[in-house]
């Protein structure tokens, strides 16, 4: 079986500082990577994602991730964040050949002036 | 209309009301989805369809009815809930179930 684990669910930091959210997962086989933000009264908007190759992954908006198969890990980070990146983030993992998406329960990224 | 769309964004009913969800997407997707977000808990797949055809059945209630009359559409039909089925209901769309999920905004119920 499958798990994700977003041990933060809440993450205060200041404007132009970096942040970093952390998501762990489990699984037996290989795995696709996600990463999705939900801004507030709307849907979820992929960030980034891992299939194959390099292992540091470049989204939208800045943000960056990096797949660690041997710490089962997959990290979001971003060097300087901006009040407009206040929402929320889940780490989702999809096994290879599966329908399936698991997601993890969320980290509230809130950016303060 | 871009992107998936959902309809009511709101909706409060009663235990023994009926009443329909709907999501349309516009991005020529053939796999449609349905899941529950509750608060504090990751966000549970419910129904997979993929080229019309109910391919997942994720152990939901049979008070949560969906239906998938084309590629475009997908409703999910509810009878007899119980409040603790209050919870956003969000529906994505992808191109084989393989790849990248578009979501909706999603409908908020409350189930009183």
């Known amino acids: 079986a499958q798990s994700v684990t977003q041990l933060d669910s809440q993450v205060p930091v200041f404007e132009e500082a970096p942040v970093e959210l952390r998501c762990n997962y489990s699984?037996?086989?290989?795995?696709?990577l996600f990463w999705y933000v939900q801004y507030p009264n709307q849907g979820l908007q992929l960030l980034l994602k891992y299939l194959s190759g390099s292992t540091l992954v470049k989204g939208i908006n800045g943000f960056e991730a990096e797949f660690n198969k041997s710490q089962t890990s997959f990290h979001l980070r971003k060097p300087s964040v901006h009040i407009s990146d206040t929402a929320e983030y889940f780490c989702a993992v999809r096994q290879t050949g599966a329908n399936n998406l698991f997601f993890g329960t969320g980290t509230r990224l809130t950016v303060i002036p | 209309e871009t992107g998936v769309t959902q309809t009511p964004r709101h909706l409060v009913m009663g235990m023994t009301n009926k009443k329909s969800l709907k999501c349309e997407q516009h991005?020529?997707?053939?796999?449609m989805y349905w899941y529950k977000q509750s608060a504090k808990k990751p966000l549970e797949l419910m129904f997979v369809y993929s080229l019309e055809e109910r391919v997942e059945n994720n152990s939901v209630p049979s008070r949560f009815s969906p239906e998938c009359p084309n590629s475009s559409h997908l409703f999910l039909h509810l009878h007899t809930l119980q409040p603790e089925d209050s919870a956003l209901y969000l529906c994505a769309s992808s191109f084989g179930t393989y790849n990248e999920q578009f979501f909706g905004p999603g409908t908020r119920l409350t189930v009183l």
């Open positions: 991005l020529g997707h053939n796999a």
């Open positions: 699984s037996s086989v290989s795995v696709y």
